[in-house]
């Protein structure tokens, strides 16, 4: 017979302490490695409906070919439903599927199982936004690296005040959600801006800040993708993962 194999995506998954972490395809670093042009998006979104018991939250990393969409990797970490997102991507991967039709699956729901948009279909929303170009983000290794540089750079904190209190990045100014599209005189029409959305409600403050600038004018959104802890310093971390140039840099919650 011609049996030929096709070659592996590296799928693995491990268990330790009550955390699943697992990889299928390239890494960022891999990709890179390789001479590749991609785009790393990083989401979070709670296994199953949030209103139902036990949810916790499911972080998900995507490797995305800049000019293709075309998914190259990803990694998936949290306490429950690793396993299933992971298996999602690699079947994604051996198809060749672009992060655009991530969006569009039909996957199984019931609010203790997942949620209406699963957490593979918001990572594909989040990622194939950015290949569209319809928004734009800066890692957490990136926005570290400017703020270490003494970049201008107004940080506009959107979550809660008791996620606030929990811990933010040193000098972000704190507007919540809720009152963001009222308070937008506050934000200065000229200095570039980074904002840190909540997570599962990421889209909502940029939309609400990309709909009018500070005079009423379109002012572009970039959002941040990654936690809150992972770019303040050790002494001002938050435990718990939170998901405008005149341009609105965009923070994303791990």
Do not use: W
Not at 45 to 54: I, L, Q, T, V
């Amino acid at each position: 017979g011609d049996l030929r194999f096709p070659g592996a995506y590296g799928t693995a998954i491990l268990e330790t302490m009550g955390i699943e972490a697992g990889r299928t395809g390239l890494t960022e670093r891999e990709a890179l490695a390789a001479g590749l042009s991609v785009q790393a998006t990083h989401t979070h979104n709670f296994d199953h409906a949030s209103y139902y018991p036990g949810a916790t939250m499911l972080h998900i990393k995507l490797i995305t070919d800049t000019a293709t969409g075309r998914l190259l990797g990803g990694q998936v970490v949290g306490e429950h439903g690793v396993d299933k997102r992971l298996d999602v991507l690699a079947t994604a991967l051996q198809g060749g599927m672009t992060v655009a039709d991530l969006e569009d699956l039909d996957l199984a729901y019931a609010p203790q199982f997942s949620s209406a948009r699963d957490p593979v279909i918001m990572a594909g929303l989040v990622a194939a936004n950015v290949v569209r170009g319809e928004l734009e983000v800066v890692t957490c290794t990136a926005l570290r690296a400017r703020l270490a540089a003494g970049a201008d750079l107004q940080l506009v904190d959107v979550r809660s005040a008791a996620e606030f209190a929990e811990g933010h990045l040193p000098g972000a100014l704190h507007l919540p959600l809720d009152e963001l599209r009222d308070r937008l005189h506050e934000l200065s029409p000229t200095r570039p801006k980074t904002l840190v959305p909540r997570p599962s409600r990421s889209s909502r403050p940029l939309r609400s800040a990309s709909s009018q600038g500070t005079s009423g004018s379109a002012c572009p959104c970039r959002r941040r993708t990654g936690q809150v802890s992972r770019i303040g310093d050790s002494s001002r971390r938050c435990e718990r993962p939170s998901s405008m140039s005149a341009r609105v840099t965009a923070v994303v919650p791990p």
